[in-house]
C-alpha cells in the first residue's frame, strides 16, 4: 500500500509517503525552494518522494491532506459572527482567499498534483483527516510503544488547540480537547510577538532568551504574577481560559491589544531587532515557566485518564525543549516519544499514518525500543557524481576521501584547531533540526564558539544557545540523564562535575555579561542556566556522525561537538550540495565536508553570488 500525506497553504508544508506501513520518504517543500516556512503546495517535496520509491501518482492508493479546510471554514465564520462587529478588517481580508483559493481546496490538490505529474483524476482517492488526529497519529503511529497516552498542543488546527488522546495498538480514541481560542501555543505566540520576534517562527527564540531573566527579579515574579491573574486562568486538568480583553488574534491582524499589554505590564511591546533589555528577558522566563507549568498539567491528566507508562507528544508546543525537559524530569510516564517534525510539516506523515491505520485499518509493526522514523533521516541524499558536478561548476578544488576513518580523523582534527565546518552526509533530517546530517559543528570546549557562529556563520542574535551532540553511550558523563535524545527536543542540566563556579552576582548580570562568562567545560553549548538541549548520536542510525564523534574523542577526551543547522538566518536548512558550497562561501565556515570530499575555504575562488540574509 502506498500512501502520500500532504501539509500546505497555512505554513511549514511537506510531503511524506508511507509504503507497506513504512515511512519511506518525508520533506519539507522550503528545502527544494529556498523559501523559509514556505507555505505553497509541496509539489517538489512530492516528487522526491515519488523518486525515492519508484513510483508514480497512479500508483498511489490514496492522497492525503492534514486537515479538513471546511471545518477550519466553520471556525473562521462563528468566530467572525461572535464577535461582530469586532474584526471587519480581518474578515475582509481572510474571506476572499478563503472563497477564491482554499474553499475549492480540491482543485488545488488536483491542480498541484498535475504539475507533479499525470494521472487518472478518477482513480485518485483523496482523504481529509483532522489536523489534530493526523498530529496524533504522527507521534504514536511510529513510536515503540504498544499503548500510550498522546498529547498534542499547538495554536490552531480546525476548532481543537489541544487533545488527549489514548492510542492502542493501531486504534486512537479521543478523550478531552481544548477548543479556539483558548490556546497554549497561541499563548507562547503572543508573548513571541509582544517580545519583537515573528510569530511562527520566532518561538525558538523566545525560548532561548528566557533563561536570561532573574527568576529572582521583582519583574519576573510581577510579570508571573500577572498572567495567571490578569490573562489566563489554568484549570487543573491544563485547560486554560483567556482573556479576551488581551488577546486580539481570533478578530484582529496582531495577537494582542499592544496598548492594554503595556498598561497591564508597563512595558511597551518591543521593536523587532530593538535593544533587548532585562525586562524583556525577565518577561520571556515568565511566560516559558507558566508554559512549562500548563503542560506538566496537562501530561497528568493525560496520566490519569489513560493509566499509561508511555506518552507521545506532537504539535508546535511539541518543540519547547525545556518544557519537554521538565516533563522528563517530573517521570510522570516511563518514556515520552516526541515526533521530531511535530510542527505542522509532520501532519503530512501523521495523515498519511493515519490513512493507513484507521482509514485502510492496517495493522501496526512496533518494534520494542526503537521508533520508526530512522532517526529522521528521510530525506534527499547524494551520490558523488553530484558532488563532483558541483564542484566542477564552482571550479572549486576539494580534497577527497577513500576511506571513513581517515576523513573523521581529519575533520576531527580541524575541529580541534578551532575551525568551523559545514558537515553534509547522507539522507536530510525531516523536520526542523539539523541532526548530524545537514549540520554545521564545532568544539563544545571553545569559550568563543557559541558567538563566532552566531555572529560570524549564522548572522543571528549573540544571545542564541547552540545544543551539542554527544556521543548515546556517553551522555550521562556530561548531562544529567542516561536517557536517549536522538532528535534534540529536550534540554537537561549539565552535570556538575563539569560546571565552572559563577560569580555571586551572576543572575543580576546584563544579558552580554552573562554570555561572556564561561559556564563549565563545554562552554559553547552550556546555556545561562547550566542547561543544554542536547542531541544524542547512534552508531544504528547515523553510524558517520557517531564516527566523528569518536575520532574527536580520540583526540581531546570530549565526545561532544557543538551542532547547528546548516544555514544562515532567514535561509531554510541546506539540501543539496550545491546550497551546501552557496552557504560556506557566503559566510566565515573554514571548511565544507560534503559526503567524502572536504573543501577548505582558503583554496577556494572567488564567490561571485550575493548572499541576502532575511531578518528571520
Keep these: 500500500m502506498n500512501i502520500i500525506g500532504i501539509s500546505a497553504f497555512y505554513h511549514d508544508s511537506a510531503a511524506a509517503l508511507v509504503q507497506q506501513g513504512r515511512i519511506v520518504a518525508a520533506a519539507q517543500e522550503e528545502r527544494f525552494t529556498r523559501n523559509k516556512h514556505d507555505a505553497s503546495f509541496p509539489k517538489n ?5 515519488l523518486e525515492e520509491a519508484g513510483l508514480s501518482i497512479d500508483e498511489l492508493d490514496a492522497v492525503v491532506f492534514y486537515d479538513k479546510p471546511l471545518l477550519k471554514f466553520e471556525r473562521l465564520l462563528e468566530t467572525y459572527y461572535n464577535y461582530a462587529p469586532k474584526g471587519w478588517q480581518s474578515f475582509l481580508k481572510a474571506i476572499p482567499v478563503w472563497l477564491k483559493e482554499k474553499m475549492f481546496l ?5 491542480d498541484g498534483l498535475k504539475e507533479v505529474g499525470e494521472y487518472d483524476k478518477k482513480q ?10 493526523s498530529h496524533v497519529a504522527s507521534a504514536f503511529y511510529p513510536s515503540p510503544f504498544e499503548h500510550a497516552a498522546i498529547l498534542t498542543i499547538d495554536g490552531v488546527g480546525e476548532w481543537a488547540t489541544a487533545t488527549i488522546c489514548e492510542g492502542k495498538g493501531k486504534q486512537i480514541r479521543i478523550l478531552k480537547e481544548m477548543k479556539f481560542p483558548h490556546s497554549v501555543g497561541l499563548l507562547y505566540s503572543a508573548f513571541t510577538y509582544y517580545l519583537g520576534f515573528k510569530v511562527n517562527s520566532g518561538e525558538y527564540k523566545l525560548m532561548g532568551l528566557a533563561p536570561y531573566g532573574n527568576p529572582e527579579s521583582t519583574d519576573f ?3 508571573f504574577k500577572l498572567i495567571e491573574s490578569e490573562l489566563i486562568d489554568i484549570k487543573e486538568d491544563g485547560s486554560i481560559w483567556m482573556n479576551p480583553k488581551y488577546f486580539t488574534y481570533p478578530t484582529k491582524l496582531r495577537m494582542v491589544s499592544d496598548k492594554e499589554m503595556e498598561k497591564l505590564f508597563g512595558l511597551p511591546k518591543r521593536a523587532a531587532e530593538s535593544e533587548m533589555l532585562q525586562q524583556h528577558c525577565d518577561m520571556a522566563l515568565a511566560i516559558q515557566r507558566i508554559t512549562e507549568k500548563i503542560v506538566l498539567k496537562m501530561a497528568a491528566e493525560a496520566k490519569r485518564l489513560t493509566n499509561a ?12 525543549s525545556v518544557a519537554n525537559g521538565k516533563l522528563q524530569a517530573a517521570g510522570l510516564f516511563k518514556d515520552i516519544f516526541i515526533q521530531p517534525a511535530a510542527g505542522d510539516a509532520g501532519g503530512a506523515l501523521g495523515a498519511a499514518l493515519a490513512a493507513q491505520h484507521i482509514y485502510f485499518e492496517e495493522e501496526r509493526s512496533i518494534k520494542a525500543g ?5 532517526g529522521a533521516y528521510l530525506g534527499p541524499h547524494y551520490v558523488p557524481f553530484f558532488i563532483e558536478r558541483m564542484a566542477k561548476r564552482y571550479k572549486a578544488p576539494f580534497q577527497q576521501f577513500e576511506s571513513k576513518a581517515e576523513l ?3 575533520v576531527a582534527k580541524l575541529i580541534s584547531e578551532g575551525n568551523v565546518i559545514g558537515w553534509m552526509q547522507g539522507r536530510m533530517e525531516f523536520g526542523p533540526r539539523a541532526l548530524g546530517a545537514r549540520s554545521i559543528i564545532g568544539d563544545a570546549r571553545s569559550e568563543k564558539m557559541q558567538r563566532v557562529i552566531n555572529l560570524k556563520i549564522k548572522y543571528r542574535e549573540s544571545f542564541r544557545p547552540f545544543a551539542p551532540s554527544v556521543l548515546e553511550e556517553d551522555v550521562a558523563q556530561y548531562f544529567q540523564t542516561d536517557s536517549p535524545a536522538p532528535y534534540m527536543l529536550t534540554v537537561v542540566p549539565v552535570q556538575d562535575a563539569i560546571r565552572k563556579s559563577l560569580p555571586s552576582s551572576y543572575l543580576a548580570l546584563p544579558m552580554q555579561e552573562k554570555l561572556a562568562i564561561p559556564r563549565s567545560e563545554l562552554s559553547a553549548v552550556t546555556h545561562v542556566d547550566f542547561s543544554a538541549r542536547i542531541q544524542t548520536v547512534s552508531k544504528h542510525t547515523n553510524p558517520r556522525y557517531w564516527a566523528l564523534l569518536q575520532a574527536f574523542k580520540a583526540l581531546t577526551g570530549y565526545g561532544v561537538l557543538i551542532n547547528t543547522s546548516f544555514n544562515v538566518r532567514g535561509e531554510p536548512i541546506v539540501c543539496t550540495p550545491e546550497d551546501a558550497y552557496r552557504c560556506f562561501m557566503s ?8 559526503g567524502d570530499f572536504l573543501f577548505e575555504k582558503g583554496r577556494q575562488p572567488a564567490f561571485k553570488e550575493k548572499a541576502v540574509f532575511g531578518l528571520d
Excluded: W
Excluded at 517535496?45 to 518522494?49: L, M
Excluded at 485518485?124 to 488526529?133: A, D, I, M, S, T
Excluded at 559566510?587 to 560534503?594: G, I, S
Design 408 to 410: 573523521c580523523e581529519q
Design 124 to 133: 485518485l482517492k483523496l482523504l481529509f483527516p483532522e489536523h489534530h488526529l
Design 587 to 594: 559566510t566565515e565556515m573554514d571548511y565544507l565536508v560534503v
Design 370 to 374: 526503537s521508533d520508526a522514523m530512522q
Design 309 to 320: 507508562d508511555y506518552l507521545c507528544m506532537a504539535g508546535g508546543v511539541a518543540l519547547n
Design 45 to 49: 517535496a512530492i516528487q522526491y518522494c
Design 106 to 110: 480540491k482543485k488545488l490538490l488536483y
Design 221 to 223: 515574579k510581577r510579570y
